[in-house]
């Protein structure tokens, strides 16, 4: 859109003015207040407005968590809607403190783009929805279709090596935002649609027929989500890596936000470090922390699995069941591994 | 007594004199602006290397690693072409859709500006009506329209094609055609040949219909003539020939159908799009251009007997033109940058593969918004530069 196209050429220019010698991104956004926070806004289970328009999701609630942690009320955060080919550029010129935008972490992008990859809040690989009249059972079968993708994704790349891969040739339709390449799949301008699975559930949730699209077996890739931070701010990359990780720690604590009160009195080291009360934990990343940041975190937004669950897990419309996938704890099988927090 | 300049000017300070003070202010308002650039680039360098951002185009030569879909001028193969590629195939589509856009738009816009003046209260209601409701809707809103709402709906899917005959086909990718193909190398050239001489053929016809009409004032009908011409003649040379070439008709395939040459969907959408929301723009130019004409023209023509059209086309219009074509020129540049919204449609400009798929891929924000900046900056003042000429020949010369 021209429109977007506007806003990639004020973010480049925002490169061009940006103070040069700014002060870190914590201090920036503990004089500013506020938490600004780059999100998808489109995409339901990570960042989209609920009934009252506040933002939901499990990408939205790392966003909550760093702002809980930094400034101490999660309500602190002004969210920006980026699309995929804007993200990176608008984080890199400073108009977003953190990405949290369901981004795949590759090597490119760590290398090149200036930015940072902090941990993953969500552990996804890539398939295919094709309409149920085509007859297609598998992503073999998908020679020379028509597949509608959101351009500048690592989805794009995945499908042109998978198709490559199998010597197969496909007709890529690219949009810039989930709802157009949805509208483009529903109106016919593709046969297939493809995304990372959980965006699939979703988007097919939001179908007018969901039951006339069917998601293939096949996961093409490896797509590892997380929150992204700008390169060359190591106290801001620290802040927002360990903010995910207490998250994660609090789980395997079995600390939540309900029982978080009861906790405070607990004999557990463990317990004791996360909620600031033995040790220097947040006040050890930067002095800036209050010592009780990662408290607030799972206080005002919950561990990790609440947040799972209250948004992607099987009780929500995503209804992505956590038990047994690479999404749970590692200790029950999944992936999601947090450093000790000592 | 008439002072010399060189004395009247020794008597005024130099903080007054004009020409001391003009060089001074131009030196600040420079010097203001080179610190100003110095500033800005000092500032990326810096902010750059601080993000460990390397800035250059090396990426250029590295091979792009996404497919495109619509590359009807160029060979893009994915594995293989390189980002540079994808440059020119963003380019050639962004021309592309701008060239059809700005004749469409033109010829509606021209329609819609004379019906717009029609003495038919009905025609000319409905002629009000189109512009208004184009021009007072973002265009965005209609591509999305359009696409959405109005082409995806009507079409078929491509295995149920509208089937148009003679080997074309319309469906959800849009028009297939029958490709030509060259059968016998000789007779093909031969047949290219022999159009060619016609085409030159009438140009001179024209030429010797112009001169009979300024000597004698008869009319030939030129027009009717040559669009005669130009249909039966080459269906004549081409079986005389014995068929130089043959056609290959677009077949059904898995998905999509497969052979033929494609006028690809979401290029016609956006096409249409532009097409009809710039025909506004045109069409009030227009109405302008004609109603700058004095009455007296057309009065004169119709005492001297001269009917409806022909005054239009041979007293008003020429007139008019001076008047129609500066702001018209604007509304090419506008068509041109509001291609920029393809991706809505997921059609393939400079801005959705270059300075979108391609940004985003790489990284490199700044050498990749300049090219495209410059990009459309040189087609902006290229096109300018065309009409601008042709303004000059169409503009009164006064001897």
């Known amino acids: 859109m021209k429109i977007k196209f506007i ?52 990408d ?61 809040n969500f552990i996804d690989g890539q398939g295919f929805m094709v309409k149920k009249s085509l007859g297609v059972k598998s992503a073999k079968d998908l020679d020379g279709a028509r597949i509608c993708v959101q351009a500048g994704t690592t989805t794009e790349l995945n499908m042109a090596d998978y198709f490559r891969q199998h010597g197969m040739k496909f007709t890529p339709k690219g949009y810039d935002t989930s709802p157009q390449t949805r509208e483009g799949f529903e109106g016919g301008a593709c046969d297939a649609l493809t995304s990372d699975k959980s965006q699939l559930a979703a988007i097919r949730s939001e179908l007018k027929d969901p039951s006339s699209a069917v998601i293939l077996p096949e996961t093409i890739s490896k797509e590892p989500l997380g929150p992204v931070v700008r390169q060359g701010d190591d106290v801001w990359f620290n802040t927002v890596k360990w903010v995910l990780y207490a998250m994660i720690n609090a789980e395997e604590l079995g600390v939540s936000s309900s029982n978080i009160g009861s906790k405070s009195s607990s004999d557990d080291p463990n317990v004791k470090r996360l909620l600031g009360n033995e040790g220097e934990m947040c006040k050890g990343i930067s002095a800036n922390l209050s010592n009780d940041c990662f408290m607030q975190a799972v206080k005002q937004v919950g561990n990790f699995g609440e947040s799972y669950e209250r948004h992607v897990g099987e009780n929500t419309p995503i209804g992505l069941k956590r038990e047994g996938s690479v999404n749970a704890l590692w200790s029950k099988g999944g992936v ?6 000592r | 007594m008439v ?15 004009p020409r001391v003070r003009a060089v001074v202010f131009q030196v600040v308002a420079i010097s203001l602006l080179l610190w100003f650039l110095s500033i800005i680039a000092g500032n990326t360098v810096s902010n750059m290397a601080e993000r460990g951002i390397t800035v250059g185009l090396n990426f250029m030569g590295q091979v792009a690693p996404f497919e495109i879909g619509y590359t009807p001028f160029w060979d893009y193969e994915l594995g293989v072409s390189k980002y540079w590629e994808v440059l020119v195939v963003g380019i050639q589509n962004t021309i592309f859709v701008s ?15 004379i019906l717009r003046l029609s003495p038919n209260w009905l025609v000319r209601k409905m002629a009000s009506a189109y512009v208004e409701t184009f021009r007072n809707i973002p265009l965005p809103l209609w591509i999305f329209f359009w696409y959405v709402a109005v ?26 055609t029958p490709k030509p193909l060259i059968e016998n190398s000789v007779t093909a050239s031969i047949f290219f040949i022999l159009l060619l001489a016609l085409v030159v053929g009438l140009f001179y016809l024209r030429r010797w219909a112009k001169k009979r009409q300024d000597a004698t004032g008869e009319i030939f009908p030129f027009a009717s003539t040559a669009l005669a011409a130009l249909l039966i003649i080459p269906v004549v040379l ?49 109405r302008a251009g004609i109603l700058a004409v004095s009455r007296g023209q057309s009065e004169a023509a119709h005492s001297l007997g001269v009917r409806h059209t022909p005054t239009l ?24 940058k509001n291609s920029s919204l393809a991706v809505i449609v997921a059609y393939e400009d400079i801005v959705n593969v270059f300075a979108g798929v391609a940004l985003n891929n790489t990284g490199q924000a700044l050498p990749i918004i300049a090219i495209t900046v410059l990009l459309y900056g040189t087609l902006s003042l290229g096109t300018s530069a065309i009409l601008n000429w042709y303004n000059k020949r169409v503009q009164l010369t006064e001897r």
């Open chain 2, 151 to 176: 082409f995806l709906p009507i079409l078929p899917p491509p295995r149920d094609s509208f089937i148009l005959g003679a080997g074309f086909f319309l469906n959800k990718e849009g028009l297939y």
């Open chain 2, 99 to 113: 060239i059809f856009g700005v004749f469409a738009a033109t010829l509606l816009g021209f329609i819609i500006g």
């Open chain 2, 3 to 17: 002072k010399k300049p060189s004395q009247h000017h020794a008597n005024i300070p130099l903080h007054r004199n």
């Open chain 1, 7 to 58: 806003q990639s050429a004020v973010l480049a220019s925002a490169l061009v003015f940006s103070g040069a010698a700014s002060a870190g991104t914590l201090e920036d956004v503990q004089s500013r207040g506020t938490l600004i926070c780059g999100v998808s806004g489109g995409l339901p289970g990570f960042s989209a407005p609920d009934d009252a328009g506040k933002m939901q999701g499990v």
């Open chain 1, 60 to 120: 939205a609630d790392v966003c909550y968590a760093v702002a809980a942690a930094v400034l101490g009320d999660s309500s602190k955060v002004q969210f920006v809607p980026l699309t995929a080919k804007e993200r990176f550029t608008a984080l890199a010129s400073g108009e977003v403190d953190v990405l949290s935008r369901n981004t795949t972490h590759t090597l490119t992008r760590d290398a090149t783009l200036g930015i940072n990859f902090t941990y993953y």
């Open chain 2, 238 to 286: 081409f079986y005389a020939l014995g068929s130089p070439l043959h056609l290959e008709y677009a077949e059904m395939g898995k998905f999509i159908m497969t052979g033929g040459i494609n006028l690809n969907f979401s290029f016609f959408v956006l096409w249409f799009a532009l097409t009809v929301y710039t025909a506004a723009y045109i069409g009030e130019n227009v």
């Open chain 1, 336 to 341: 999601i591994y947090a450093p000790p927090l």
């Open chain 2, 313 to 336: 086309r041979l007293v008003v219009i020429p007139q008019a033109m001076r008047v129609i074509i500066p702001p018209t020129i604007s509304q090419f540049l506008n068509l041109t």
